[in-house]
């Protein structure tokens, strides 16, 4: 597969977990005494989507050689820092 149609294939895939993730947004009730309007089947099925779709992502990321792509924040640690306590001395 070229990198165009991993390219094309990873938007389509954005677009359809967007676009199922706002539907899902649009029918869930503000008030929990309201009645969710899809059956328990159909909830189970669209989870199975976003399963799908996520297991793809990942699939192509790996095949572009991509190991990781969640967000990372500007001021987050890439590595632990490592302190010895042998030089940590006792205060009396």
């Known amino acids: ?14 677009a359809m977990r ?7 947004r649009d029918l869930t009730p ?3 005494a309201v009645r969710y309007p899809l ?7 669209v989870k199975k989507c976003f399963d799908l779709i996520a297991a793809r992502e990942r699939e192509l990321a ?7 792509e ?3 924040f ?3 640690v890439s590595a632990p820092k490592v302190m010895s306590i ?4 006792k205060r009396d």
């Open 1 to 14: 597969m070229s990198a165009e149609q991993f390219s094309t294939e990873r938007r389509i895939l954005m």
């Open 18 to 24: 967007k676009t199922l993730g706002g539907i899902i």
């Open 30 to 32: 503000s008030d929990s």
């Open 39 to 45: 059956s328990d089947a159909t909830v189970e099925d």
């Open 62 to 68: 790996q095949a572009a050689g991509v190991s990781e």
């Open 70 to 72: 969640r967000p990372h």
């Open 74 to 76: 500007i001021d987050e």
């Open 86 to 89: 042998a030089g940590l001395k």
